[in-house]
T-cell receptor
Framework: DTEVTQTPKHLVMGMTNKKSLKCEQH?????MYWYKQKAKKPPELMFV???????INESVPSRFSPECPNSSLLNLHLHALQPEDSALYLC??????????FGSGTRLTVV | GQNIDQPTEMTATEGAIVQINCTYQ??????LFWYQQHAGEAPTFLSYNVLDGLEEKGRFSSFLSRSKGYSYLLLKELQMKDSASYLCAVRDQFSGGYNKLIFGAGTRLAVHP
């Protein structure tokens, strides 16, 4: 298995909703990432998990809450989002000496 | 500071060769990546350079000069499906072993018949 799987592919949520994005990989990669990408912009790093521990938080608002239950799973819990949070959310994983593998992303719309 | 520069847009003709340049200034360096991204899709890995020189992979080649903070992606025998954004990304190494991938703004390539 050489893929990163993200669910759901599309999500529409209201500003008072609570939802979660899920990411799964079975390549044995020990680093996992959440990126946010707005239209016509490059991906921006949000969080880095290394060996299931949060190692980098790029000053992301607390309405985004990451979780790494085990070495294969990465979640992003969403609560009280704003319309400007609408974007493509990308999960990626990597291993030392290897490239980064990206999932196909979750396109989030906040209404 | 972190700075990765690449041209915003380029156009080329089907069957031709195009070179996309990338210059970078980062606090650390542990490799440079090129990704292709079609609109609305995830980035897909094209190439990786960590040492100076040229890496060739089919129609795609990537070059790195660490002393100049410079890389380029060379696409040969262009096809219409190569119309996409091309992202230059530098892996910055932090102390403690953690690293992160920093992306340039991307170059939108349009291939015309």
């Amino acid at each position: 298995d050489t893929e990163v799987t993200q669910t759901p592919k599309h999500l529409v949520m209201g500003m008072t909703n609570k939802k979660s994005l899920k990411c799964e990989q079975h390549m044995g990669h020990r680093a996992m990432y959440w990126y946010k990408q707005k239209a016509k912009k490059p991906p921006e790093l949000m969080f880095v998990y290394s060996y299931e521990k949060l190692s980098i938080n790029e000053s992301v608002p607390s309405r985004f809450s990451p979780e790494c239950p085990n070495s294969s799973l990465l979640n992003l819990h969403l609560h009280a989002l704003q319309p400007e949070d609408s974007a493509l959310y990308l999960c990626a994983s990597s291993q030392a000496g290897s490239g980064y593998t990206f999932g196909s992303g979750t396109r989030l719309t906040v209404v | 500071g972190q700075n990765i520069d690449q041209p915003t847009e380029m156009t080329a003709t089907e069957g031709a060769i195009v070179q996309i340049n990338c210059t970078y200034q980062t606090s650390g360096f542990n490799g440079l990546f090129w990704y292709q991204q079609h609109a609305g899709e995830a980035p897909t890995f094209l190439s990786y350079n960590v040492l100076d020189g040229l890496e060739e992979k089919g129609r795609f080649s990537s070059f790195l000069s660490r002393s100049k903070g410079y890389s380029y992606l060379l696409l040969k025998e262009l096809q219409m499906k190569d119309s996409a954004s091309y992202l230059c990304a530098v892996r910055d190494q932090f102390s403690g072993g953690y690293n992160k991938l920093i992306f340039g703004a991307g170059t939108r390539l349009a291939v015309h018949p």
